[in-house]
């Protein structure tokens, strides 16, 4: 079975527990690894991380932790960076054998068990607001993370979670505002439709980013899926080798 997740920003400041958070995680982490061929892991699961070349953020060890047993027991993990893990470079890959994917281009096609799929994070899908593209820029350029590491971690991480937390706070939608605005929306199925129309064998495409869970058919022959979030939900994807579904994990009682 292959698993899809995304938006789970572990160690989030505006999380009311973050351990329990952490727990739930890898609850369901534990609850798949039996039958788990591979794991694409589709951004922005760690709220923030930055590596340093000798030193990496405290926390997030029974997530790391269970990653790495389910590497060592087979499973293949792809993580690919979100605009809040954008910083992943080499301590995971070394450590756990996870491979990271960077994707300027919003995706990249994957087939898989002869599927043929894209796969993003989907904050750089399609046309974006010119102030996004340029921190985009910015967050990726080489000699700004070389400046941003000559600074103490006790001014960066917290300037960073901070900054997350004033950004989800802005961008919360209120009950009558939808998780994801309708020009939005309208953004990502015309990229999708782009993306279907240049590659007649594409049969899902798989974003996060959008923090809404959805399914829609966006041409007779291609699938775009939303992963949603795991702030006020769990949800998820597999693949079977047939047919890509979304749900919604509950965490056993008994194991809170």
């Not at 996004?132 to 000559?150: D, G, I, P």
Request: charged fraction near 25%; charge should be neutral.
């Amino acid at each position: 079975m292959i698993y899809f997740l995304s938006d789970i920003h572990l160690g989030a400041a505006y999380m009311p527990d973050r351990k329990a958070h952490e727990a739930k995680v890898v609850a369901f982490l534990q609850s798949i690894e039996q039958d788990a061929g591979r794991l694409y892991l589709l951004g922005d699961i760690l709220d923030y991380w930055f590596e340093y070349r000798d030193v990496v953020p405290r926390g997030y060890v029974r997530f790391f932790g269970q990653l790495a047993r389910m590497a060592d027991r087979g499973t293949e993990i792809v993580w690919f960076t979100g605009n809040h893990d954008i910083w992943l470079f080499d301590y995971l890959r070394d450590e756990i054998g996870i491979t990271v994917v960077d994707t300027p281009a919003g995706g990249i096609p994957v087939d898989i068990d002869g599927t043929r799929f894209f796969l993003g994070h989907g904050d750089n899908f399609g046309r974006q607001p010119r102030s996004y593209t340029f921190l985009r820029a910015l967050f990726h350029n080489r000699l700004c993370q070389r400046l941003y590491a000559s600074l103490h971690p006790r001014w960066t991480i917290p300037f960073a979670h901070g900054w997350s937390a004033h950004s989800r706070l802005a961008s919360a939608p209120s009950p009558s505002v939808p998780a994801i605005s309708p020009r939005a929306r309208a953004a990502v199925e015309t990229f999708a439709r782009s993306l279907a129309d240049a590659d007649p064998a594409l049969r899902y495409i798989i974003i996060g980013h959008h923090h809404l869970p959805l399914a829609e058919q966006i041409s007779p022959d291609c699938r775009l899926v939303i992963l949603g979030n795991w702030i006020d939900r769990a949800t998820y994807a597999s693949f079977d080798g047939k047919e890509v579904k979304l749900h919604e994990y509950d965490r056993p009682a008994d194991t809170k």
